[in-house]
C-alpha cells in the first residue's frame, strides 16, 4: 500500500491513470505519516520516503526512515522480510 498527502479524488485520478497494481492511502492530514514518524526535510523536496512492513498482528516488522528521495530499500531486501513474515514467525 502507498500512503500520499493528496486527498481521494487526486488519488482515485492518479491509480486509475497508471494503472497501480495495489492499494493506495491518501493521507491529505498526514495523520498516517506523522503516526509513523515520516520525516520532512524542506531543502529535500519535502517528506522523505519511509518504508514500513506491518505484520497481520499489527506490529511494525521492518522501517526505512530514508535520508533522501532516492534513499529506498531494494526489493530484495523487502522480499526477504516478507519471506521471513510467511515463516510463521509472526
Known amino acids: 500500500m502507498a500512503v500520499g498527502p493528496d486527498d481521494r479524488r487526486r488519488f482515485q485520478t492518479y491509480w486509475a491513470d497508471e494503472q497501480l497494481p495495489f492499494l493506495g492511502l491518501p493521507d491529505p492530514g498526514h495523520k498516517v505519516a506523522n503516526r ?8 529535500k ?3 522523505m520516503p519511509l518504508v514500513c ?3 497481520r498482528d499489527g506490529r511494525i516488522r521492518y522501517a526505512h526512515y530514508g535520508a533522501s528521495m532516492s534513499d529506498i530499500p531494494s526489493n530484495g531486501e523487502l ?6 513474515l ?3 514467525s509472526t
Open 86 to 88: 510467511g515463516d510463521g
Open 79 to 84: 522480499l526477504d522480510v516478507t519471506a521471513e
Open 53 to 55: 512492513i506491518v505484520a
Open 45 to 47: 523536496w519535502g517528506r
Open 36 to 43: 509513523y514518524k515520516q520525516q520532512v526535510k524542506v531543502f
